[in-house]
């Protein structure tokens, strides 16, 4: 027995073809996001913890590549060349938290818009199939599977490709805003370290 999907595919038209082409490069896209995300986030997560280590026994801070580094390089940068008060500091550390998360959720909007996406585009492929397995048998006058079978081929595998696609890239793109989540929580419970950090950086520094 042929393979369904071969066998649906010789069975499809040049629009259902275009539709399967279209399926199955969104489902590469949407996996080579969640790999890079479940990879940088693991790594995120990893280095975050050595570096908080670091930063809380007050050890020497070493440049670890990690979102908690990156927030205080941030803010570091921010006192010495924009110059923002103490008192000021709350709106900046928000403002650095904020800009670290768009980071680690770079590119999850294309995972979610692939989730809306991949399900309406099976269903274009299903209303397409039935509706050329319609026109054949009008012109044909016939309804025998013959007639119909290519149509109907191209409206079930464009619709179980639509799922494919739509389903793990939907349960991906929720897992990684719950780590994501999860991380900025852990990363705010030493916001009164990062207050206390910046707060003794030489006094000059913050001058008007």
Request: a positive charge; glycine letters at 4%.
């Amino acid at each position: 027995m042929e393979n369904v999907w071969i066998s649906s595919w010789k069975h499809c038209d040049i629009y259902g073809k275009i539709d399967l082409i279209i399926l199955g490069i969104l489902s590469i896209y949407s996996w080579y996001i969640m790999i890079e995300k479940f990879l940088t986030i693991r790594t995120a997560m990893k280095n975050n913890k050595i570096f908080e280590s670091f930063f809380i026994s007050k050890k020497e801070i070493k440049k670890i590549p990690c979102p908690l580094y990156s927030i205080l390089e941030y803010l570091t940068t921010l006192i010495k060349y924009e110059k923002f008060s103490l008192e000021e500091s709350k709106k900046y550390i928000e403002k650095a938290f904020i800009k670290e998360q768009a980071n680690l959720e770079k590119n999850l909007t294309s995972l979610a818009t692939i989730t809306v996406v991949a399900p309406f585009l099976g269903l274009l492929g299903t209303v397409w199939g039935l509706l050329i397995s319609f026109i054949n048998m009008s012109v044909t006058g016939s309804s025998s599977i013959k007639v119909v079978a290519g149509g109907i081929a191209e409206a079930l595998i464009t619709t179980v490709l639509g799922l494919l696609v739509a389903i793990p890239a939907a349960v991906g793109y929720n897992f990684f805003k719950d780590r994501i989540q999860t991380l900025m929580d852990k990363m705010e419970l030493l916001i009164p370290y990062i207050e206390e950090y910046l707060s003794k950086i030489p006094l000059k520094q913050y001058e008007k």
